[in-house]
C-alpha cells in the first residue's frame, strides 16, 4: 500500500462550479456528511483494488449496464478522480462504505490501485454514509430506497423522523416512501424496473388485492397513463370492489334458496304431500311435512321408518 497527498481533502474533488452551486442552493448536508469531511487527511491511501469488497448491506442493489461502461471508459481516460471511502475488516482486505459503483468501474476499466480513505465506522454510521451518498447521487430505485429507510428503522431502532433528519428529508417522504413496501412484490418489481413511477405505485396502494394492483399496474404500463389517469383508474377499480361487496350476500341467498327449494321438492316426491323447509339464521331451521288425515299421517311414519 503507497500513500501520496492531496492536499486538500474532499474539497479538493469537487469542482468549483459544483461547490457554489451547493452554497447556493444552501444544502444543509447530515452531520454523517459533515464529519466524513471534517475527518479527511491531507493524504489518501492506495490499495490494490483485488483487497476491496462491496458492502454487503449496500443500499443499492440494481446497477445500470450502460452507464456503467460509461463510467469505465470515463476512468480508463481520466483514472478514478474521487476516492473510495473503505472500512479495514482484516489485515489485509477493505470493505466499501461509500463508492461502490465507481469501484465496479475501476474493475471494469482494468485499474489494479485505487485511491481510498479508510475511516473506522460503525455498522449505523455506514449504513448512514452509504445510504446518504447514493440519495444525494440518486442512485437509488424507489424501493431501494424505502427499504434502506426502513432498516434505519428495524436494525438501529430509529424513528421515522429521526432518518427524515439523519438524510435531511421531510418525515412525510419517508412514510410515503415506506409505504411501497406494502406493495405486492411483482408490483415492486415494476418500480425497480421503471416500468411504473412511485406517484403511480403511491396511487396503487388503494387497491388492497395484490392481483388487482399488479393487474392495474400492467394496464397503467401498457396504456402509459399518468398519475391523474393512475389515480382515475383506481377510483373505478375500488368502486367495482365495492358494488362487488354490496350485491354479493345476494347473489349468495338467492343460490342458497335455489338449492332448498329442491331440497323440498325433492321431500316431496318422497312423502307424496307439501314440505316447507323454514331457513333461520346460524344454519338452523325446520322442516314441515303436511298431512290432511290420520290414514294419511300413518303412511308418513311408514315411511320415515322404512328410511334407511
Known amino acids: ?33 459533515r464529519e466524513v469531511v471534517r475527518e479527511v487527511v491531507k493524504e489518501v491511501e492506495t490499495v490494490d483494488i483485488n483487497k476491496i469488497e462491496p458492502n454487503t448491506g449496500q443500499p443499492r442493489k440494481a446497477f445500470d449496464e450502460d452507464s456503467m461502461h460509461e463510467l469505465a471508459e470515463s ?4 483514472g478514478l478522480i474521487e476516492p473510495l471511502i473503505v472500512k479495514k475488516v482484516s489485515e489485509d482486505f477493505y470493505s466499501i462504505i461509500a463508492g461502490e459503483r465507481r469501484w465496479r468501474a475501476a474493475r471494469m476499466a482494468g485499474l489494479k490501485d485505487i485511491p481510498v480513505i479508510v475511516r473506522d465506522y ?21 424501493i ?11 436494525e438501529f431502532n430509529l424513528k421515522q423522523d429521526e432518518v427524515a433528519e439523519k438524510v435531511c428529508k421531510s418525515r412525510v417522504s419517508i412514510t410515503n416512501s415506506l409505504r411501497l ?20 405505485a403511491r ?22 397513463l399518468s398519475v ?38 325433492k321431500l316431496k316426491l318422497i312423502m307424496g304431500t307439501k314440505v316447507n323447509i323454514n331457513r ?4 338452523k331451521g325446520k322442516i314441515e311435512i303436511e298431512y290432511y288425515s290420520p290414514d294419511e299421517f300413518e303412511r308418513l311414519i311408514e315411511i320415515m321408518s322404512n328410511i334407511n
Open 1 to 33: 500500500m503507497s500513500k501520496r497527498g492531496l492536499g486538500k481533502g474532499l474539497d479538493a474533488l469537487i469542482p468549483e462550479t459544483e461547490k457554489s452551486a451547493k452554497k447556493s442552493a444552501d444544502i444543509k448536508e447530515p452531520e454523517v456528511v
Open 75 to 78: 476512468i480508463r481516460l481520466h
Open 122 to 142: 460503525n455498522s449505523q454510521q455506514i449504513m448512514e454514509i452509504a445510504l446518504i451518498e447514493n440519495l444525494q447521487r440518486e442512485d437509488l430505485n424507489p
Open 228 to 265: 391523474r389517469e393512475t389515480e382515475r383508474l383506481v377510483k373505478m377499480i375500488i368502486n367495482k370492489e365495492e358494488e362487488k361487496k354490496k350485491t354479493k350476500p345476494d347473489e349468495e341467498n338467492k343460490q342458497e334458496e335455489l338449492i332448498f327449494k329442491k331440497y323440498e321438492e
Open 144 to 154: 431501494e430506497e424505502a427499504e434502506a429507510f426502513k432498516r434505519l428503522i428495524d
Open 181 to 200: 413496501l406494502k406493495l405486492d412484490i411483482r408490483v415492486r418489481n415494476m418500480i425497480i424496473e421503471d416500468k411504473i413511477k412511485s406517484g403511480h
Open 280 to 283: 333461520r339464521s346460524g344454519g
Open 203 to 224: 396511487a396503487l396502494l388503494a387497491i388492497e388485492d395484490g392481483d388487482e394492483q399488479y393487474n392495474a399496474a400492467i394496464k397503467i404500463f401498457d396504456e402509459k
